[in-house]
């Protein structure tokens, strides 16, 4: 963690979070080995405002391997993971739309599947963010390839952040690269700003990833492997601000990454090293989930359930919380598995029972998968544990 120039304030709520201060701004730690034992169940509808399911349509061309999934007001974007797949855009109804760019070398085209995308309802375009190439690409919703923005230096793993016409890059500098972050007119492509790579936050090779939620509104969060503190980029002082950590006894090998849940609230994924995993050469096996709430300075091991649809286990990761909205995208088959382990659980009362058989009839094998969508509340509002 970056710590020059820092100083702690007296902690409060639970004892489990500080605020200290790096280079005149406010940033938040959280101690894992302050936490109670005691694992709190939060209700989804706690974090969301509702949840709905879509069934995406069942054509042709709409099949995928799901890897991320980009909801907005209007649409729904799926990255695929199938090799050689394209861009998936489909309304909020799950109408398949169209394919979006892909794989190749020519005009419009990536040499492999977005690291990230932005749907902008408002201008009705898609910004795709490829994995290794120094361009971002522009289409139409209707998936007409418009143009690309050209950056100066090859984007490692970028991810992107739309703002007053200001498009905004971050990626994974290697030792050698100029910018760790830039800053384009989205109209004429010109690079207005840029921000040198610290240290710390410099790659040596392509084994660590860039997370981003972006779910609170007006902020550009990220996270960088290779540092143990999440950011926000300051778009208009073209600044990197540590803003969140987690400290640990260093003698328990643990490994986490961070990610924000909404304007208050951080999530932890905590993993330590287990010496009997892979045949004896050990690895790191997850351990939970920790929510941080600022708001009450406390800190707590989670668990969520969806209780929208039989409190049915729920996963809170950069992959499902997303963009201002929790999102999970799962072929029916896989929903039906999951369906039957809930109705065989002890605690599985009546009510749930009806809903997830409800949930179950409506499922059909080989159709295409089914969305859940939950909109995320900007604030909690309330103390969850």
Not at 218 to 234: Q, R
Not at 356 to 374: C, D, Q, R
Request: hydrophobic content about 35%; aromatic content about 12%; glycine content about 8%.
């Amino acid at each position: 963690m970056l710590l020059f120039g820092a100083y702690g304030c007296s902690p409060k709520g639970d004892g489990s979070v500080s605020e200290i201060i790096v280079n005149g701004n406010k940033m938040y730690v959280s101690s894992l080995n302050d936490l109670k034992p005691d694992i709190a169940t939060i209700p989804l509808s706690s974090l969301v405002e509702y949840c709905e399911l879509v069934q995406l349509e069942s054509v042709e061309d709409a099949y995928f391997n799901p890897q991320f999934t980009t909801v907005t007001d209007k649409y729904i974007g799926v990255r695929d993971r199938t090799q050689g797949g394209s861009y998936k855009l489909f309304d909020r109804s799950g109408k398949f739309l169209c394919n979006v760019g892909s794989i190749g070398r020519g005009p419009g085209e990536y040499l492999t599947g977005p690291y990230d995308d932005i749907i902008d309802d408002k201008n009705e375009l898609v910004y795709l963010a490829p994995f290794m190439e120094d361009k971002i690409l522009v289409y139409s919703t209707l998936g007409q390839y418009l143009k690309d923005i050209v950056a100066p230096l090859r984007l490692n793993k970028a991810k992107i952040f739309l703002s007053d016409g200001i498009l905004t890059v971050v990626h994974m500098p290697f030792p050698d690269d100029r910018a760790v972050v830039l800053q384009f007119d989205v109209n004429t492509g010109e690079v207005l700003k840029e921000v040198v790579p610290p240290a710390h936050l410099i790659a040596p090779n392509y084994d660590g990833e860039i997370f981003s939620t972006k779910n609170a509104s007006g902020i550009f969060d990220f996270v960088h492997t290779s540092s143990d503190t999440l950011y926000h980029f300051d778009v208009k002082n073209n600044k990197i601000l540590p803003t969140f950590t987690m400290t640990y006894n260093t003698s328990e090998n643990t490994w986490k990454y961070i990610y924000q849940l909404n304007k208050e609230m951080y999530i932890t994924n905590v993993s330590k090293f287990d010496r009997e995993l892979n045949m004896g050469r050990g690895g790191y096996a997850f351990v939970g989930f920790v929510a941080t709430d600022l708001t009450s300075k406390t800190s707590s091991w989670i668990k969520i359930v969806n209780d929208y649809y039989g409190n049915m286990p729920v996963s809170i990761s950069p992959v499902t919380a997303r963009n201002g909205y929790w999102v999970h995208n799962i072929q029916p088959e896989d929903l039906m598995d999951n369906i039957e382990t809930r109705l065989a659980e002890r605690d599985c009362s009546e009510s749930d029972r009806q809903a997830l058989t409800k949930l179950l009839s409506t499922l059909e094998v080989g159709a295409n998968n089914v969305v859940f969508i939950g909109k995320l509340k900007s604030e909690v509002g309330t103390k969850l544990w």
